[in-house]
């Protein structure tokens, strides 16, 4: 007795082979500067992401994808890289369609570039017995200014296979005359069959400008952050120590002894005896007292004896 029929054959699947990279990028003001800085000024035992330190103290890493860079907030201190423009990001989270381009338009006159993030919803084509293969998609940035008709400034081809959002950020330089209009256009005709999946997105884009930001006396922190490993922003907390001072020379701030017999010199250093921070705060011309009310004149043998 024979059973009739062929042997079911089971469908060939293939991996996701497309991920993201998207990175939180934070610059946090931290203090009027200068300051002496992260404690820990070898590893980054002093800076914490949701309370969780980067590292240890002796450099193991505790969160991955993180890199740190800061300035004390000295005058004349160099941009941190990669923190040095301003940018202005505007979400658009928008289906872009074969015969339906998006259009935005960009009127701030100081724009040099602008950074585009796309990609697609799902990218997968399968055959009618379920085995799958990678697919392609195809989409063009385009600029226009004045009169004139868009441009293509960059072609975008998104090749592979993934089953949710995959996104790209694609950096192009702004048209010298403003304003300008910025179009996203898809080149693959849209899907018409289930066995075909190529949605293309348009999920925000960024107006930079680049002014090369040092932010003089400010004590500031920039982070990037892979985003993979949380939903939100993370909490930044940081271990530092704050604003350098005039000390008396003989002063010890660490251990906050005097050694010999203080002739009246100061020196610059991070210190936490109030006595020496109220002075400063008083006679700051800056930041101070001072800066208001004029000379200020302390008694620094009185404030001596008191710290």
Not at 177 to 194: A, G, L, N, Y
Not at 203 to 226: H, K, M, Q, R, W
């Amino acid at each position: 007795m024979s059973s009739g029929g062929g042997k079911a054959s089971t469908p060939k699947l293939i991996d996701d082979n497309l991920k993201s990279k998207q990175f939180y990028r934070v610059l946090d003001l931290i203090s009027e500067g200068p300051i002496y800085g992260p404690v820990d000024q070898e590893h980054l035992s002093s800076f914490k992401l949701n309370k969780t330190s980067v590292t240890d103290a002796n450099g193991n890493v505790s969160v991955n994808g993180v890199s740190v860079a800061w300035r004390p907030g000295s005058e004349s201190q160099l941009p941190i890289n990669g923190f040095s423009a301003i940018e202005a990001t505007t979400i658009v989270n928008t289906e872009v369609t074969y015969d339906t381009p998006l259009v935005r338009t960009i009127t701030d006159q100081d724009v040099t570039r602008v950074r585009f993030n796309v990609g697609v919803t799902g990218l997968v084509e399968q055959d009618t017995k379920g085995n799958q293969k990678n697919t392609s998609v195809t989409l063009v940035l385009e600029t226009r200014s004045g009169a004139g008709g868009f441009a293509i400034v960059k072609t975008v081809t998104i090749t592979g296979k993934i089953s949710g959002e995959y996104l790209e950020a694609h950096l192009i330089d702004a048209p010298e005359t403003k304003p300008f209009d910025i179009r996203v256009r898809r080149i693959t005709p849209d899907s018409t069959s289930d066995l075909l999946s190529n949605g293309t997105i348009w999920n925000s884009y960024s107006e930079i400008t680049d002014d090369n930001l040092n932010y003089p006396f400010a004590a500031i922190a920039g982070a990037v952050i892979d985003r993979d490993q949380y939903t939100d922003t993370p909490s930044r907390t940081y271990h530092l120590r704050g604003l350098i001072v005039d000390v008396p020379d003989n002063y010890d701030p660490i251990a906050r002894t005097y050694s010999g017999l203080w002739t009246g010199g100061f020196k610059k250093a991070w210190t936490n005896n109030p006595a020496w921070l109220f002075r400063e705060l008083a006679k700051n011309t800056r930041f101070g007292l001072a800066k208001r009310a004029g000379y200020i004149d302390v008694d620094d043998g009185a404030l001596y004896v008191l710290s």
